[in-house]
Every structure is written in C-alpha cells, then in structure tokens.
C-alpha cells in the first residue's frame, strides 16, 4: 500500500469517527433532531473556520513556526506523508526546521468545502494544497488534498487535526 492510500485510509476512518460524533451531538438519542437555543449563526462560523484556514497560510508564508503552532490545541496533531507530528511542540520543531531547510519554499492553498456542526463546536474542512520546497528551484513540487478538523475553545477556533497527502503520481510502479 503507498503512503497516499495508506493516509487516505487513516484519514476516512479518522474523519467516519469525527462525523459520527458530530451527528450524535446533532440527533438525541430517540433519533430526533436535538433543538439548540439559542440559535448558532452557522455560516458565520463557517466564516471563521475559513479566517482560521487564511492565517494558517499567511503564517506559513511568513515563516513563522510560533505563529502556525498556535493556530493548534496543545494536543493537536498533524499528519502527511512525511508522519506525524503530534502536540503543539513537535508542530512549532517540525515548522522550524522545515523553514530552515527550505527558505525559499512556496505554498498555497485552499478550502474546497467546510462542514460546521449544528452544536458550532466542531467543524471539518476539506481542501487542496500546492507546495514546492525551493519555489523555483529544481526541487519537484507536490500537489495533493487535506483535510483539518477544528474545534471552538471558548469563542476562538483552533485546529485539532489535519491530515493531508499527496496526489501526485508516485514515481515508481506498485506491484
């Protein structure tokens, strides 16, 4: 199994569990729908969920690790093809290093949809992602699909998980 299937799978049994629970919040038990008071203004958490989604880049883009971990939860995690990060702390040293490494790398990217529970404490948002390590050097870039699940601590979103991967070809053949 390559790492892009491998990290799909984990990625839909991470994302059934999540939605599951989300749906669980949304119907009581007797399967009927659970009246919330006072109302949530969905579409504006949605709104913040995507302002979330927009500092995250511009953190990113400005190099500044500190600034990108703390867009997370204390145990927040993260994984791609290169593993798992997992808790603020590996987040900031992963996010360090990879700037030192690369300091000409660009990135990009972008919501394709986002999902905001009823209960406006949990949200899902699935997206794509551009990413070249030495920008215009001779470095290959990678393109691929992520998706971020956050949460509301008090009235600020912040990012409980993302999970991303690659769909670019692998270079060599599967057997």
Known sequence: MNTWTRTR???????????????????????????EEPAIDL???????????????????????????????????????DGLRDGRAAILADMAEEYAA???ATADWGAK????AASGDLAVERGWFAYDPDGEGEAAGDEGEYITILVKVGDQWMILAD????????DEEEE
């Not at 949809?113 to 905001?116: A, G, I, K, L, R």
């Open 113 to 116: 949809s986002v999902w905001v």
């Open 163 to 170: 999970a991303g991967g690659s769909t670019m070809p692998d």
């Open 9 to 35: 799978t984990v990625v839909t049994a991470g994302l059934i569990g999540v939605l599951a629970a989300g749906l669980s919040a949304c119907y009581g038990d007797s399967g009927a729908p659970v009246e």
């Open 43 to 81: 579409a504006a958490e949605e709104a913040a969920v995507r302002q979330v989604n927009m500092t995250w880049l511009e953190q990113f883009r400005a190099g500044n690790a500190e600034g990108v971990a703390a867009l997370f939860v204390e145990d927040g995690w993260t994984i791609g093809d």
């Open 102 to 104: 690369n300091p000409d």
